[in-house]
């Protein structure tokens, strides 16, 4: 490692009390030198350390991700330096560490000569967008869980109306449990309560509804009841104030939004997790790559294996998997027959990874050019068949009309006379 890149760094090794600061400079002759200072993660000393970098004129500071205790540190520092947030995989990657290197002298040596890269950072504004967004998702996953305590202290009661409706929290399935906490006891008085077309199913509502529900099971309803309502408040809340971060990002949020089976939601986590500027990532690989949505490289010579995603951004791909789902379900659209087509040959799991994949390809293009979502439309697959591929496609579906006992002869069609 004898060419040096950057010639004034410093590593930071970063806990939850303190920070190791390691600052390498040019020395006399060719020899460098190196110093290392230990600062606590107090703010105040955490001036001290930002003072002393650019004194010594630092110009790139790294320091490694660890948990949240890196964020103060790179939040004090990204306006005046240049900071790089390490990936600890890719700094144990590089060879040569010895036990007796302190961890921030080694992360400076890696930054002086090149030899990591900085991770996405991105900037404040769409870092605070991020943290609503993922606070938000979090509210909606407590929601969820609390209904499903809901539904399983119904079944301790013996109250079986989730078997009645598709919506314990609708209007009609809250009615009920509102007058069950409030002491009605009776099927049929309950049933009433219906509305629209559940009316229909009065019958088998009153039935549902005639259990051991008692006193003990109301207290632990009406509690849970009131946490759903509180987690639709705060959800309530935290949308509009996502509305309104979003505002300046109006633009690429409607480009993201013309793919099928996005809802402005998806829209807003997934311009929260990647940035309003794809120009971070060098090609729309690069960024399904760091996302995790794309298959890993499990090669060795000329065998390759099967390669599981890697973890990536997981709330970046919880968000493309819904509008996968959403877009699997579409008609007449090239996601669909994409979903379709990987669906039938490795499953529907594989398959809405493929699909979350177009999306982020397509969303890096649509930011980078400016343009709405562009359809390829559902006989894409086909018309881009050559002669080999339409013989290929054509055995396979006379197989499987074979397997379900078909014979068929196949004959070319007619070419249409011109004009």
Known sequence: MDDVVHER????????????????????????????????????DLLVMRDWLLAERVTVVGMEATGSYWKPVF???????????LNARHMKSVPGRKTD??????????????????????????????DLTRYRTEIV????????????????AGVKLSLVVSDLLGVSARAMLEALIAGERDGQVLAELALGSMRRK???????????????????????????????ATEARLDAQIDEQVRPFRRQLDLIETVPGA????????????????????????LA????????????????????????DPWLKAALGQVAVSAGRTKGTYLAARYRRIAARRGKKRALVAV??????SVWHMLTTDLPYQDLGPDHFINRLDDRGKARTARRLVDQLGQLGYHVTLQPAPVPAPG
């Open 101 to 130: 290197v302190l961890d921030s002298e080694w992360i400076c040596r890696l930054v002086e000569h090149g030899l990591v890269r900085p991770s996405f950072v991105p900037p404040e504004p769409i870092r605070q967008l991020r």
């Open 75 to 85: 939040y004090l520092l990204e306006h005046d330096l240049e900071c790089w947030l």
């Open 141 to 156: 996953r407590e929601r969820t869980r609390e209904a499903q305590r809901l539904e399983k202290l119904l079944e301790d």
């Open 289 to 312: 790559s760091w996302a995790g949505m794309c298959p890993g490289n499990n090669q060795s010579g000329a065998t390759a294996r099967n390669g599981p995603t890697r973890h990536g």
């Open 9 to 44: 760094c410093a590593g930071i090794d970063i806990s939850k009390g303190d920070v190791k600061v390691c600052v390498r400079l040019p020395g006399a002759g060719r020899r460098r030198k190196s110093e290392v200072r230990t600062f606590s993660t107090m703010t105040r």
């Open 356 to 361: 979350g994949h177009s999306v982020l390809i």
């Open 202 to 232: 009065r019958t088998i509502l009153a039935d549902a509804l005639s259990g051991n529900f008692n006193e003990h099971h109301a207290f632990i309803a009406r509690t849970m009841l009131d946490r759903i309502d509180a987690c639709r």
């Open 263 to 286: 809802s402005r939601r998806t829209a807003q986590v997934i311009l929260a997790e990647i940035g309003a500027d794809p120009a971070r990532f060098p090609s729309a690989a690069a």
